[in-house]
């Protein structure tokens, strides 16, 4: 990397040379260990990346360099924890896209009679959600509300309609 672009990281020639050396001789070592933790190689290779990324910076003050490698094992798993607790982590996958939701017209009498009984507000967002197929922000233009307002009255309100369906099929 030339000396231009090596200041914008942060670190001096001397620093980087040290750091690109360390990184060439124990590559294959931590690539093992980033393996072990992500679980894939694919994963790994970006969570090595990510994580010398991450400590770079640092490389000047790192007292011995003995520990190094322990340094970086700590912040390859450190990295692997933040990145599990990303939202996107949480969403499922599935194999086929699901059919977009119709209304069964033999059940919807009955399930409006369930939005009809929700307080106000929830039963604006619920109808305007899933009756009117309006978007979170069509939705709070409507009502004149914040998007997060139309988020918890939604939640609110299906999870008022959950528990009168548990109800229901459980007695």
């Known amino acids: 990397m030339p000396a231009e672009e090596?200041?914008?990281?942060?670190?001096?020639?001397?620093?980087w040379?040290?750091?690109?050396?360390?990184?060439?001789?124990r590559r294959p070592v931590l690539l093992r260990w980033a393996r072990a933790v992500a679980?894939?190689?694919?994963?790994?290779?970006?969570?090595?990346?990510?994580?010398?990324l991450r400590v770079l910076?640092?490389?000047?003050?790192?007292?011995?360099?003995?520990?190094?490698?322990?340094?970086?094992?700590?912040?390859i798993t450190r990295q692997h924890v933040s990145a599990l607790r990303r939202p996107w982590r949480r969403e499922v996958t599935t194999a086929s896209v699901p059919e977009t939701w119709r209304?069964?017209?033999?059940?919807?009498?009955?399930?409006?009679?369930l939005v009809l009984a929700l307080p106000g507000r929830q039963r604006s967002a619920v109808a305007l959600r899933?009756?009117?197929?309006?978007?979170i922000a069509e939705?709070?233009?409507?009502?004149?509300?914040?998007?997060g307002t139309v988020k918890s009255n939604t939640s609110r309100g299906l999870a008022a309609l959950r528990r009168v369906a548990d109800q229901a099929l459980a007695g």
């Open 139 to 147: 939705t709070a233009a409507v009502l004149g509300c914040s998007t």
């Open 17 to 25: 040379a040290d750091f690109a050396a360390y990184v060439a001789e």
């Open 57 to 75: 910076p640092h490389w000047a003050g790192l007292r011995d360099r003995a520990a190094a490698d322990a340094y970086v094992r700590r912040t």
């Open 130 to 135: 899933f009756y009117e197929e309006l978007s």
């Open 39 to 52: 679980g894939d190689p694919h994963s790994a290779e970006d969570l090595l990346q990510e994580s010398l």
């Open 6 to 15: 090596q200041v914008g990281t942060g670190a001096d020639a001397d620093t």
């Open 103 to 113: 209304p069964d017209e033999r059940r919807t009498p009955e399930v409006w009679g």
